[in-house]
Protein backbone atom coordinates (compact mmCIF):
# COMPACT_ATOMS: atom_id res chain seq x y z
CA UNK A 1 0.00 0.00 0.00
CA UNK A 2 1.08 3.81 -0.77
CA UNK A 3 0.02 7.22 0.73
CA UNK A 4 2.10 10.58 1.03
CA UNK A 5 4.56 9.16 3.74
CA UNK A 6 5.28 6.53 1.62
CA UNK A 7 5.30 2.51 0.48
CA UNK A 8 3.92 0.62 3.91
CA UNK A 9 2.18 -2.44 5.42
CA UNK A 10 -0.06 -3.32 8.35
CA UNK A 11 2.47 -5.18 11.13
CA UNK A 12 -0.28 -6.25 12.97
CA UNK A 13 -3.25 -6.95 10.42
CA UNK A 14 -5.50 -6.67 13.40
CA UNK A 15 -4.38 -3.10 14.33
CA UNK A 16 -5.19 -0.85 10.96
CA UNK A 17 -3.56 2.31 13.37
CA UNK A 18 -0.46 1.16 12.96
CA UNK A 19 1.68 1.03 9.93
CA UNK A 20 4.93 -0.05 8.80
CA UNK A 21 6.68 2.13 6.19
CA UNK A 22 9.44 0.25 3.74
CA UNK A 23 11.83 2.01 1.74
CA UNK A 24 15.10 1.04 -0.14
CA UNK A 25 18.55 3.80 -0.77
CA UNK A 26 21.73 2.44 -1.73
CA UNK A 27 20.66 -1.68 -1.05
CA UNK A 28 19.28 -1.00 2.12
CA UNK A 29 16.46 -1.71 3.16
CA UNK A 30 14.86 0.97 5.75
CA UNK A 31 12.11 0.98 8.14
CA UNK A 32 9.64 3.43 9.88
CA UNK A 33 6.54 3.06 12.08
CA UNK A 34 3.68 5.25 12.14
CA UNK A 35 0.90 5.30 14.89
CA UNK A 36 -2.44 7.11 14.46
CA UNK A 37 -2.32 7.20 18.35
CA UNK A 38 0.74 8.13 18.42
CA UNK A 39 1.68 11.45 16.51
CA UNK A 40 5.01 12.00 18.45
CA UNK A 41 6.69 8.53 16.84
CA UNK A 42 6.77 9.81 13.34
CA UNK A 43 8.65 12.53 14.37
CA UNK A 44 10.89 11.47 17.09
CA UNK A 45 11.38 8.23 15.42
CA UNK A 46 13.47 8.61 11.47
CA UNK A 47 14.23 5.67 9.25
CA UNK A 48 16.61 2.52 10.66
CA UNK A 49 17.98 0.56 8.44
CA UNK A 50 17.28 -3.15 8.52
CA UNK A 51 20.56 -4.10 10.00
CA UNK A 52 20.35 -1.58 12.86
CA UNK A 53 16.71 -3.26 13.67
CA UNK A 54 18.27 -6.88 13.40
CA UNK A 55 20.80 -6.15 15.90
CA UNK A 56 18.38 -4.60 18.31
CA UNK A 57 16.07 -7.69 17.86
CA UNK A 58 18.65 -10.19 18.91
CA UNK A 59 19.19 -7.86 22.29
CA UNK A 60 15.00 -7.49 22.70
CA UNK A 61 14.04 -9.97 26.07
CA UNK A 62 10.60 -8.00 26.10
CA UNK A 63 7.43 -10.59 25.67
CA UNK A 64 4.65 -8.09 24.07
CA UNK A 65 6.26 -6.95 20.67
CA UNK A 66 8.14 -9.45 18.86
CA UNK A 67 10.20 -7.23 16.41
CA UNK A 68 11.34 -9.78 13.80
CA UNK A 69 7.61 -9.97 13.04
CA UNK A 70 6.93 -5.93 13.10
CA UNK A 71 10.05 -5.72 11.24
CA UNK A 72 9.57 -8.19 8.23
CA UNK A 73 11.98 -7.97 5.87
CA UNK A 74 10.38 -10.26 3.47
CA UNK A 75 7.26 -8.69 3.27
CA UNK A 76 9.32 -5.10 2.89
CA UNK A 77 11.18 -6.84 0.08
CA UNK A 78 7.91 -7.98 -1.92
CA UNK A 79 6.81 -4.55 -1.12
CA UNK A 80 9.55 -2.45 -2.92
CA UNK A 81 9.98 -4.97 -5.72
CA UNK A 82 6.03 -4.69 -6.42
CA UNK A 83 6.67 -0.82 -6.45
CA UNK A 84 9.42 -1.29 -9.33
Known amino acids: MKDSNGLYYNPFPENKRVRMYVKKEKNT ?35 NFNPNEAYDLNVATAILKESE
Open 29 to 63: IYFRLWNTDDELLWKEHGWVPYETIKKASDLYTGK
